[in-house]
């Protein structure tokens, strides 16, 4: 699953990072971003859902345990949800995940919750970014090690 | 608080069968001033060492009543409330004895909608401390009577080494939004405690004179207090065993997914539960897909993921009963895991399961403002 592209014979190492990104407004803005010719990293898989309160907490952690070295769910900014309150519920369970991955010392900085409305193609490139960036300093998934011992 | 003594001779102080004898003659009461219809009480089944949950009609079946037996046996008594209630509220007056987690667990389903208070009388049982089901089989079969220990280990206030990690770690000896408690922590006879305006009522229906007990209130604060110190202390310790996904990993290494803690949990309540749905298991593609890439896999069994995944389902309703660890045919010790955790939870949203009736649960709650999970723009 990890990718891995080799630089002067020296393995890099390529994260890989789940997006769950609302239809109404962070997969507009990672298309605008793309429209506009902003850069931002391939690592991240995009999965486009309906509302980000549709993101059970099973997936997050389903992501996590086969792999993926980070996790990064957008929605609506808040009281601007197509589905009036979809995205108090993500925040709401965002903030259980995080909680309980902090008590097992599970590194909860690998999910991030960010509100990304339509037009903000340039947050969405710098989210991408900075978090890609912030997952390759933090290293590989101890989950995966474990697999491959 | 408000209460009343029911024993008054100063002969019985402290004895053993006569508290027993009190709860049993203040239920034959309840059913006999026609204050309730039925009661749902743990009863002594001859046969069995194990209490059974039984509703009871006729004041002369109260003698056998046992509701403060030092055990769960098996399912927690909010579970079996919750069933009966769930649909449509009782039509009988009902009185529904439970330990403290149980009141707890129940008030949790009630917010939950999982269960109706209407036509119902709780009372809460002081509970100092529970066994395990199968010590307390093996204590009845060797002879030791457990609920004699319970009572000499409170008297002594030292505790008892083969209380559940639960009991010994519990800041709920005492149930919170019961109508009655029947109180047998801080007082040498029994105390029926009135919490609520009903409560209070059911007493001068019986004809009790209600008294203020405040050294009760006292000592029950010293004893949640002590507990409060220890509890601290424990759940340290708890959480560096389980720090990492490799020591996890080696925490559930016997677990055989058989689901128990899951269905014994009283806040687990879904019909529909994604464990036991086919999203969960993992499939023949998903082996063959893992194997190509990585090389190498373990088993996929899902353990972990069932676990973390129900943790983070419960933990903000988690009730810290144990009964999840006391269902566990692998002896794994569960307790360690989701009292810790889900304690962080709730303290994090400022809220603690089973406290108060009118607050919402964290995750039916919506919150106005940002919980600071997202950086704020600047405006």
Partial sequence: ?149 | MEGAFLESNPENKGNIKKIKESVNRFLQQLLEKKVVEWVLTPYINPENPLPERRIITKPEEAIKADPLTPVIPGFPMSTFVSEITREKPISKPLAVLLKPCEAASLVELVKFRQANLDNLLTIGVDCYGSYHVLDFKKMVEEGEKPFERMINALKNNKGDELFRTACKTCLKPVAENTDLNVGIIGVNNLFIQANTSKGTETLKKIGLKIVENKERDQKIKELIEERGEKRKGMFKEFLKELHGLHKLNKFFEDCINCHNCMEVCPICFCKECFFESELHPYVYEKYIKFTIEEGTIQELEGKLQFHLGRLIHMSTSCVSCGLCEQACPQEIKLFKLCGPVSENVQKSFNYRAGEKLEETPPITTFYEEDLGLTEKQAE
């Fill in chain 1, 1 to 149: 699953m990890a990718e891995k592209s080799v630089e002067e014979g020296k393995e890099k190492f390529e994260p890989v990072i789940v997006g769950f990104f609302c239809r109404w407004c962070t997969s507009e803005a990672a298309d605008l971003a793309g429209t506009i010719r902003l850069q931002y990293p391939p690592n991240i898989r995009p999965i486009r859902v309906m509302c980000s309160g549709f993101i059970d907490p099973i997936y997050v952690l389903k992501a996590f345990l086969e792999g993926a070295d980070g996790v990064l769910i957008g929605g609506c900014h808040l009281g601007e949800c197509h589905y009036i309150n979809g995205n108090y519920k993500a925040q709401t369970r965002v903030k259980v995940i995080k909680e309980v991955m902090k008590s097992l010392g599970l590194e909860e900085e690998r999910l991030r919750l960010e509100w990304i409305s339509t037009s903000e193609g340039l947050k969405f490139a710098e989210v991408a970014n900075e978090f890609t960036e912030q997952i390759r300093r933090m290293g590989p998934n101890p989950l995966k090690k474990l697999k491959r011992e």
